[in-house]
């Protein structure tokens, strides 16, 4: 089952919400169903509000078949001041080199919700070729990718025997948060999300077996 509009309705008017990702999915065996769970753009500014989220169009997944239903689904609720988080944004800058591959931490982003490193590089960029603009993976990402695996009913785990591109603080290890790989940054940047940490002043970006970077 695949999500193909998801609206916001405020005060009588509907705002179509950018989709940014496709995010996790899971698999019940015993239900034969498949949820999944997308990223959508922000609806940080309507706290406080009362919200009519609106999915449209469902496309049905058979072993057979693919059908198309045309529908709405809603969902209202209110969106409390305590679910919004704040991002804390820390410009650094900081330059590193991965397989011959030059690479500029442009800034760390925190919040309660989760950490975000934003990367520009030499192989970052779109690339325009016959009059056809499109995206092709990092040797930053093909790396931050490496630990990810996929199981049938659980999505996107992390394999620690693996190695990939981790974030630690304090001494623990913040987990890579596939399921927002696709979140979109600038033409020209890279976006890796982990888990939220506690001590921020104190994480290291650990990038394949033997670089590590200091996020200060």
């Known amino acids: 089952m695949k999500q ?5 309705l405020l005060h009588g008017q509907k705002v179509k919400l950018d989709n940014v990702g496709w995010g996790s999915r899971y698999y019940d065996q015993k239900e034969n169903k498949v949820a999944e769970a997308l990223s959508f753009g922000s609806i940080k500014n309507f706290d406080c509000e009362d ?4 999915i449209d169009n469902l496309t049905i997944y058979t072993e057979t078949k693919t059908d198309s239903i045309a ?6 609720f209110t969106l409390d001041q305590s679910a919004v988080s ?6 650094l800058n900081k330059e590193f ?7 500029v931490i442009k800034q760390v982003e925190f919040s309660e919700m989760e ?8 192989d970052t960029k779109l690339i325009t070729e016959n009059g056809m603009t499109y995206r092709v993976m990092s040797k930053l990402e093909h790396q931050y990718l490496n630990a990810r695996k996929v199981d049938k009913e659980r999505g996107y785990y992390v394999d620690y025997s ?7 603080s304090g001494g623990g290890k913040a987990d890579p948060i596939f399921s927002k790989g696709e979140v979109k940054g600038g033409k020209d940047e890279y976006i890796m999300t982990f888990a939220p940490v506690k001590n921020r002043d104190n994480c290291v970006l650990e990038v394949g077996e033997d670089l590590t970077i200091t996020l200060k």
Do not use: C, H
């Open 4 to 8: 193909k509009v998801l609206s916001a």
């Open 51 to 54: 919200i009519r989220l609106e």
């Open 71 to 76: 529908t709405i689904w809603p969902l209202e």
């Open 86 to 91: 704040n991002r804390e944004v820390v410009v």
């Open 97 to 103: 080199t991965f397989n011959n591959k030059a690479y």
């Open 115 to 122: 950490t975000r490193v934003v990367v520009t590089g030499s």
């Open 162 to 168: 693996k190695p990939g591109v981790f974030l630690t």
